[in-house]
């Protein structure tokens, strides 16, 4: 299992290490230094401010002296003047940018690895040096500028990338500062004191005013409350509670007047700590195709290396040093393996935060993959698609879930097979299933049955997923035997823990929704490992060939890793209005 990054909370997997930290990259340490989250405090964040607005000062007032020699403006011994300028700007912005490049990659050389901190730290030292004896002796080309522009993209665009990194976890981060730091605790002479939340106990009765969020898990003892608690659930209707109803700490307490409850669960067993826990743990499960990305990125690095090396010496062989230099330099900054590298985690995180704050905890990647694959539906009858009590006593086989039907329906229309998975009587089952327009029925059925019957859907069609939906003890064995096993919040605890989807909201209008989005999600990856792997291809074979000029070369890399960034973002693509009508969109 892979660490979470102190910043973003997306997994570590080589990585930044810094002050007994893990952060996925440098853009994350630096963007944490900077916001102030960091153990050394205001110190470490403003030196981190001034170190990089130095350097990237620096590095434009050496762009801007190039200019002057690139367009013909000085010529004779103002030649020789002007790269002494530049050298003395450079070394300054050198030292400054490139110290943490030149760390990381001595760390993950010590690990055994290769990472994109290298390939920065050599391309820029590589130009440097160049440069610096270009200007020593009078002769040959600079590369100031590539030098110190390629550390001030790299680190600025690291910046933007964790920026936007950071937005994969700010659902969890919100979940959490809904609870309260201090709650109002009942003695058992009815006088109430003010205690830290981290005090309260099982058992304790707590008084709660108007407009308060409620501090633990509970059940009211006395008044009424409205709850709205669509940042759990993704419910937006607000919820009607009365004595002996439940709420959820970090709920707002609405209605008319102040309530007292009695707390069931304090701390890690609030449904808020178990729900954030699900999903970080979630985020720190790769899905198959991350691993896969993870693991070319990995090999890209040593590859450029052999090929930046590859194509000196190729054009050194036929007489042209300048070039051989250039095209050197340019195959070392315009390789970008965290393109590829962040191609698939980020997408995922997003969708999984996405995923839970509409109710259903994804328990990782290679769900969500599954998920986007699926083929075939399963659904248990009773608890699942219907409400598991009769509606009318006087006739006693249950109704319906309002959403079932609409859902069936849905699923269809994605080209989803659905099927009724029941252990309830044949009789009653088919008159369901003709009720909610499944022609699949397949009853009664024992849970070692529905497992078996689960494996041979599984084994027939190799080529897409298949899922069950359930609720009950009798479903837990069929929810571990399919690819998703999707267990609704209102299942026996041992449904809820073999499956792999937890339905929050008890909706089943959650599903496609859910489908929709790992399909989006699948989508945006694929994109975004073809622009990563067309771009490396194309601009290595062309910095190789000579073709591209360093500085050009670094500006491409930066684009390129933002470029990845930006497409993940289309998986948080905004559904509200939709979702709270109760249907997912069509697309």
Same mark, same amino acid.
């Given at each position: 299992?892979?660490?979470?990054?102190?910043?973003?909370?997306?997994?570590?997997?080589?990585?930044?290490?810094?002050?007994?930290?893990?952060?996925?990259?440098?853009?994350?340490?630096?963007?944490?230094?900077?916001?102030?989250?960091?153990?050394?405090?205001?110190?470490?964040?403003?030196?981190?401010?001034?170190?990089?607005?130095?350097?990237?000062?620096?590095?434009?007032?050496?762009?801007?002296?190039?200019?002057?020699?690139?367009?013909?403006?000085?010529?004779?011994?103002?030649?020789?003047?002007?790269?002494?300028?530049?050298?003395?700007?450079?070394?300054?912005?050198?030292?400054?940018?490139?110290?943490?490049?030149?760390?990381?990659?001595?760390?993950?050389?010590?690990?055994?690895?290769?990472?994109?901190?290298?390939?920065?730290?050599?391309?820029?030292?590589?130009?440097?040096?160049?440069?610096?004896?270009?200007?020593?002796?009078?002769?040959?080309?600079?590369?100031?500028?590539?030098?110190?522009?390629?550390?001030?993209?790299?680190?600025?665009?690291?910046?933007?990338?964790?920026?936007?990194?950071?937005?994969?976890?700010?659902?969890?981060?919100?979940?959490?500062?809904?609870?309260?730091?201090?709650?109002?605790?009942?003695?058992?002479?009815?006088?109430?004191?003010?205690?830290?939340?981290?005090?309260?106990?099982?058992?304790?009765?707590?008084?709660?005013?108007?407009?308060?969020?409620?501090?633990?898990?509970?059940?009211?003892?006395?008044?009424?409350?409205?709850?709205?608690?669509?940042?759990?659930?993704?419910?937006?209707?607000?919820?009607?509670?009365?004595?002996?109803?439940?709420?959820?700490?970090?709920?707002?307490?609405?209605?008319?007047?102040?309530?007292?409850?009695?707390?069931?669960?304090?701390?890690?067993?609030?449904?808020?700590?178990?729900?954030?826990?699900?999903?970080?743990?979630?985020?720190?499960?790769?899905?198959?195709?991350? =691993?896969? /990305?993870?693991? $070319?990125? @990995?090999?890209?690095? +040593?590859?450029?290396?052999? !090929? %930046? #090396?590859? &194509?000196?010496?190729?054009?050194?062989?036929?007489?042209?040093?300048?070039?051989?230099?250039?095209?050197?330099?340019?195959?070392?900054?315009?390789?970008?393996?965290?393109?590829?590298?962040?191609?698939?985690?980020?997408?995922?995180?997003?969708?999984?935060?996405?995923?839970?704050?509409?109710?259903?905890?994804?328990?990782?990647?290679?769900?969500?993959?599954?998920?986007?694959?699926?083929?075939?539906?399963?659904?248990?009858?009773?608890?699942?698609?219907?409400?598991? =009590?009769? /509606?009318?006593? $006087?006739? @006693?086989?249950?109704? +319906?879930?309002?959403?079932? !039907? %609409? #859902?069936? &329906?849905?699923?269809?229309?994605?080209?989803?097979?659905?099927?009724?998975?029941?252990?309830?009587?044949?009789?009653?089952?088919?008159?369901?299933?003709?009720?909610?327009?499944?022609?699949?029925?397949?009853?009664?059925?024992?849970?070692?049955?529905?497992?078996?019957?689960?494996?041979?859907?599984?084994?027939?069609?190799?080529?897409?997923?298949?899922?069950?939906?359930?609720?009950?003890?009798?479903?837990?064995?069929?929810?571990?035997?399919?690819?998703?096993?999707?267990?609704?919040?209102?299942?026996?605890?041992?449904?809820?823990?073999?499956?792999?989807?937890? !339905?929050?909201?008890?909706?089943?209008?959650?599903?496609?929704?859910?489908?929709?989005?790992?399909?989006?999600?699948?989508?945006?990856?694929?994109?975004?490992?073809?622009?990563?792997?067309?771009?490396?291809?194309?601009?290595?074979?062309?910095?190789?060939?000579?073709?591209?000029?360093?500085?050009?070369?670094?500006?491409?890399?930066?684009?390129?890793?933002?470029?990845?960034?930006?497409?993940?973002?289309?998986?948080?693509?905004?559904?509200?209005?939709?979702?709270?009508?109760?249907?997912?969109?069509?697309?």
């Amino acid at each position: 299992m892979l660490m979470e990054c102190a910043h973003c909370g997306l997994p570590v997997g080589g990585g930044v290490w810094r002050d007994g930290r893990g952060y996925c990259c440098y853009g994350c340490y630096l963007a944490s230094r900077i916001v102030g989250v960091s153990v050394d405090g205001e110190s470490g964040a403003a030196w981190g401010v001034l170190r990089l607005a130095v350097g990237a000062m620096l590095s434009m007032t050496v762009m801007m002296t190039a200019l002057l020699l690139y367009t013909g403006s000085v010529e004779g011994h103002l030649v020789s003047v002007f790269r002494w300028v530049m050298l003395v700007q450079a070394v300054p912005a050198t030292v400054l940018l490139a110290w943490p490049f030149v760390l990381g990659g001595v760390e993950e050389l010590r690990r055994g690895r290769l990472s994109l901190d290298a390939l920065v730290a050599v391309g820029s030292l590589t130009a440097m040096g160049v440069s610096v004896v270009a200007t020593v002796r009078g002769v040959g080309h600079v590369y100031f500028d590539t030098a110190t522009m390629l550390l001030t993209l790299v680190t600025l665009g690291k910046l933007i990338e964790a920026s936007a990194k950071t937005l994969a976890g700010q659902w969890l981060d919100a979940l959490e500062r809904l609870l309260p730091s201090r709650a109002t605790r009942l003695r058992d002479d009815d006088q109430s004191e003010s205690v830290p939340c981290c005090d309260l106990r099982t058992g304790d009765r707590l008084l709660v005013a108007l407009g308060e969020p409620f501090p633990a898990d509970g059940d009211l003892l006395a008044g009424r409350s409205v709850v709205e608690e669509a940042a759990f659930t993704g419910e937006w209707r607000p919820r009607d509670v009365g004595p002996g109803g439940s709420v959820i700490a970090g709920t707002i307490h609405g209605g008319s007047g102040a309530v007292t409850m009695r707390v069931r669960a304090v701390e890690g067993d609030l449904l808020l700590r178990r729900i954030v826990e699900r999903v970080r743990q979630a985020q720190r499960q790769p899905g198959r195709v991350e =691993r896969l /990305a993870r693991r $070319a990125a @990995a090999w890209l690095t +040593p590859c450029v290396f052999l !090929l %930046a #090396v590859g &194509a000196g010496a190729a054009w050194l062989a036929v007489g042209d040093p300048v070039r051989a230099g250039r095209a050197a330099l340019a195959v070392l900054v315009v390789a970008c393996p965290c393109a590829m590298g962040i191609a698939a985690p980020l997408a995922t995180a997003l969708a999984i935060s996405r995923a839970a704050a509409t109710g259903a905890i994804v328990r990782g990647g290679d769900v969500l993959e599954s998920l986007g694959l699926l083929g075939h539906v399963f659904f248990d009858k009773t608890g699942t698609l219907t409400l598991g =009590r009769p /509606a009318d006593t $006087a006739h @006693a086989h249950d109704q +319906p879930r309002p959403d079932a !039907l %609409a #859902v069936v &329906a849905e699923l269809g229309r994605m080209g989803i097979a659905v099927s009724l998975l029941s252990g309830d009587t044949a009789g009653a089952s088919a008159d369901m299933a003709r009720r909610l327009g499944i022609r699949d029925v397949h009853a009664p059925k024992r849970p070692d049955e529905k497992a078996d019957l689960i494996a041979t859907a599984r084994s027939a069609r190799r080529d897409v997923a298949v899922a069950m939906v359930g609720d009950g003890i009798n479903d837990a064995p069929a929810l571990a035997q399919a690819d998703v096993g999707v267990a609704l919040s209102d299942a026996s605890d041992l449904a809820r823990h073999a499956g792999d989807v937890l !339905l929050l909201n008890a909706r089943l209008a959650t599903l496609p929704h859910l489908i929709r989005l790992a399909r989006r999600t699948r989508r945006v990856i694929r994109q975004n490992l073809a622009w990563a792997i067309a771009y490396n291809t194309v601009a290595l074979a062309t910095a190789a060939a000579g073709l591209l000029h360093p500085l050009l070369a670094a500006v491409l890399m930066a684009i390129s890793c933002l470029t990845v960034v930006g497409n993940s973002f289309r998986v948080k693509a905004n559904d509200a209005q939709t979702w709270e009508r109760g249907t997912a969109p069509r697309r």
